[in-house]
C-alpha cells in the first residue's frame, strides 16, 4: 500500500508562508485524484484542495486566492503552498489518495504572533 509522508509544517507568523510537502512510496507516480485536508481541535476533518493527476484543482472557499496545490507526477510528491496565512489556518495538515483510503501522519502548521 501507498505510504504518505507530509513535511514542511511549523510555526508562522499571521501574513506568513509556508509550503508543505507530501511524498508517496511504493508508487512511481499516481493517476489518482489527490488532496490536502486539515483539522484543529473540536473541529472535524475539512477538505483544503484537490489536484487531479491532470493538474485540476479545487479548493475550498476559506483558502482560495491563498492556497495553491501542485503536483510532481515523476516525484509522486504533492505540495501545497499556503500564502496570507491567518490564525485560522493553523491545524494539523494530511494528505490523502481517496481511492486509495490512504493519509499521510499529519504535519501540523500553527499561525501565531
Known amino acids: 500500500q501507498v505510504q504518505l509522508v507530509e513535511s514542511g509544517g511549523g510555526l508562522v507568523q499571521p501574513g506568513g508562508s509556508l509550503r508543505l510537502s507530501c511524498a508517496a512510496s511504493?508508487?512511481?507516480?499516481?493517476?489518482?485524484?489527490m488532496g490536502w485536508y486539515r483539522q484543529s481541535p473540536g473541529k472535524p476533518r475539512e477538505l483544503v484542495a484537490t489536484?487531479?493527476?491532470?493538474?485540476?484543482?479545487n479548493y475550498a472557499d476559506s483558502v482560495k486566492g491563498r492556497f495553491t496545490i501542485s503536483r510532481d507526477n515523476a516525484k509522486s510528491t504533492v505540495y501545497l503552498q499556503m500564502n496570507s496565512l491567518r490564525l485560522e489556518d493553523t491545524a494539523v495538515y494530511y494528505c490523502?489518495?481517496?481511492?486509495?483510503?490512504?493519509w499521510g501522519q499529519g504535519t501540523l502548521v500553527t499561525v501565531s504572533s
Open positions: 490523502n489518495i481517496r481511492s486509495l483510503d490512504a
Open positions: 511504493g508508487i512511481v507516480s499516481s493517476p489518482y485524484i
Open positions: 489536484i487531479a493527476y491532470n493538474g485540476r484543482t
